[in-house]
């Protein structure tokens, strides 16, 4: 009668197996951003909105600038910003916090119409205070 032990698996084998798989699928993730962000600068180009992105300075919105430095060093930290669009550019920044969280004034050259009436901020208040994500 053969006597059949335990399969020999080296020790760490298949934990070093992994952490190489979830390198690979980060690697493969960051790629991803890189790219979306490339063709939105393209399309920023194309569509001559490249210029229109600069943060706004207005008292109204004091947090703007903040929020968006914010943005450029933790945008990739929660999946919800690239579900709205958020792809590392500054335009994907403004876009956002001015029509998602109301931390920036309006862009002008966004289509404003396709945001329901209750979501312009009034000229005489300023945005709403809201929890940081971080």
């Known amino acids: ?8 698996q080296p020790v760490g084998l298949v934990e070093r197996i992994q ?10 993730n ?3 951003q890189i790219l979306q962000s490339s063709m939105a600068q393209g399309r920023a180009m194309r ?14 919105y004091p947090d703007c600038p903040g929020k968006v430095d914010w943005m450029r060093s933790r945008w990739t930290s929660d999946p919800c910003y690239a579900f709205y669009g958020v792809d590392g550019s500054d ?3 403004l ?3 001015s ?11 966004r289509n404003q119409s396709n945001i329901p009436p209750t979501q312009h901020a009034s000229p005489a208040r300023t945005a709403p205070r809201q929890v940081s994500k971080g």
């Open 91 to 93: 335009c994907s920044f």
């Open 99 to 109: 029509e998602v969280e109301w931390f920036c004034p309006p862009l002008a050259w």
């Open 30 to 32: 960051r790629v991803e």
């Open 47 to 60: 569509d001559g909105t490249s210029g229109q992105c600069e943060v706004p300075r207005d008292p109204r």
């Open 95 to 97: 876009i956002y916090l």
């Open 1 to 8: 009668m053969e006597v059949v032990g335990p399969r020999f």
């Open 19 to 28: 952490a190489i798989a979830q390198n690979v699928s980060n690697m493969a």
